[in-house]
T-cell receptor
Framework: DAKTTQPTSMDCAEGRAANLPCNHS???????VYWYRQIHSQGPQYIIH???NNETNEMASLIITEDRKSSTLILPHATLRDTAVYYC?????????????FGAGTQVVVTP | NAGVTQTPKFQVLKTGQSMTLQCAQD?????MYWYRQDPGMGLRLIYY???????DKGEVPNGYNVSRLNKREFSLRLESAAPSQTSVYFC???????????FGEGSRLTVL
């Protein structure tokens, strides 16, 4: 599996957009970029995933660079409830998700 | 629709005791997973079951056993608990054709 690199932590002001970067320079052609988040003391929650086109859903937008070596998760209007650890993962949809490492993720703190 | 349900939510054991963590999903998912989460370590896969009747080791299987009782249920057993197994345990499930993992709320285990 391709490895990902994320900043350890970042702060964001409530109501502003939060832009979370992820580097995945060894990503393969059949691997998708997935984002999950984990709010304190809860189970991880799926956010969004994409292959090469930008994606948007009710939670966030995912921007993937043309060379696919990096991506950015955008929370358009961060709220205090968005404070969480955000995980960037690259996987092929045909994988069984066995032997998956979530890594340490990015701790996002949204402040009033 | 409960999603993924884990029991118990909290447990304290003495070294050498045994216990079973239960997990059930009501989404008709084929694949189920057990992860552990330690501070600063992200999530690490213990065992997974790609489909009913099959189980495979993940990254950290030592000291654990699993049973895929039926399509809905996937249990994790600690035969002789050790302090190193103090952790938060998460069960997850996934549709065989989708990359989205659904997680339970976690089981917090302390081994004294």
């Amino acid at each position: 599996d391709a490895k990902t690199t994320q900043p350890t932590s970042m702060d964001c002001a409530e109501g502003r957009a939060a832009n979370l970067p992820c580097n995945h320079s060894t990503i393969s052609g059949n691997e998708y970029v997935y984002w999950y988040r984990q709010i304190h003391s809860q189970g991880p929650q799926y956010i969004i995933h994409g292959l090469k086109n930008n994606e948007t859903n009710e939670m966030a937008s995912l921007i993937i660079t043309e060379d696919r070596k990096s991506s950015t998760l955008i929370l358009p209007h961060a709220t205090l409830r968005d404070t969480a650890v955000y995980y960037c993962i690259v996987r092929a949809t045909t994988d069984s998700w066995g032997k998956l490492q979530f890594g340490a993720g990015t701790q996002v703190v949204v402040t009033p | 629709n409960a999603g993924v349900t884990q029991t118990p939510k909290f447990q304290v054991l003495k070294t050498g005791q045994s216990m079973t963590l239960q997990c059930a999903q009501d989404m008709n998912h084929n694949s189920m997973y057990w992860y552990r989460q330690d501070p600063g370590m992200g999530l690490r896969l213990i065992y997974y079951s790609a489909s009913e009747g099959t189980t495979d080791k993940g990254e950290v299987p030592n000291g654990y056993n699993v049973s895929r009782l039926n399509k809905r249920e996937f249990s994790l057993r600690l035969e002789s608990a050790a302090p190193s197994q103090t952790s938060v345990y998460f069960c997850a499930s996934r549709l065989s054709v989708s990359g989205e993992l659904f997680f339970g709320e976690g089981s917090r285990l302390t081994v004294l």
